[in-house]
């Protein structure tokens, strides 16, 4: 399936797949509008959790070696700084430690599920 995906879509649409998505993260981790879901408790950190997943295992598909783990790396800073946005910038939302304890959990898990290593 990599390889198909990585033959039919070229780089820079790649590129541009991976910026769509950590845009589409930003919206809704800084809307001041809360966008979760109060289906049952602890729903939004699976919502942290299967996010960071599906980008990691999007990474771990368009990257290759290094570039797969400086990406993950990126992502546990992106998480971390999208909370501390959260407190500062937006009225009515606030850090929570465990939502980045989930949101690193997604991206661990999604280099596992892909690499068989962390």
Same mark, same amino acid.
């Given at each position: 399936?990599?390889?198909?995906?990585?033959?039919?879509?070229?780089? @820079?649409?790649?590129?541009?797949?991976?910026?769509?998505? #950590? %845009? =589409?993260?930003?919206? /809704?981790? !800084?809307?001041?509008?809360?966008?979760?879901?109060?289906?049952?408790?602890?729903?939004?950190?699976?919502?942290?959790?299967?996010?960071?997943?599906?980008?990691?295992?999007?990474?771990?598909?368009?990257? @290759?070696?290094?570039?797969?783990?400086?990406?993950?790396? #990126? %992502? =546990?800073?992106?998480? /971390?700084? !999208?909370?501390?946005?959260?407190?500062?910038?937006?009225?009515?939302?606030?850090?929570?430690?465990?939502?980045?304890?989930?949101?690193?959990?997604?991206?661990?898990?999604?280099?596992?599920?892909?690499?068989?290593?962390?």
């Amino acid at each position: 399936m990599r390889r198909l995906l990585l033959e039919l879509l070229p780089k @820079s649409l790649q590129s541009l797949i991976t910026r769509l998505l #950590l %845009l =589409v993260v930003a919206f /809704l981790f !800084l809307s001041p509008i809360s966008v979760e879901t109060k289906l049952f408790i602890g729903a939004d950190k699976i919502a942290h959790f299967l996010i960071f997943f599906l980008i990691t295992s999007w990474s771990c598909i368009v990257y @290759s070696g290094r570039k797969i783990r400086q990406f993950a790396f #990126l %992502l =546990v800073l992106y998480g /971390l700084i !999208l909370e501390v946005m959260q407190m500062s910038l937006i009225s009515g939302r606030n850090f929570e430690w465990m939502d980045w304890f989930f949101d690193v959990l997604g991206i661990l898990l999604g280099l596992f599920t892909f690499t068989k290593r962390l």
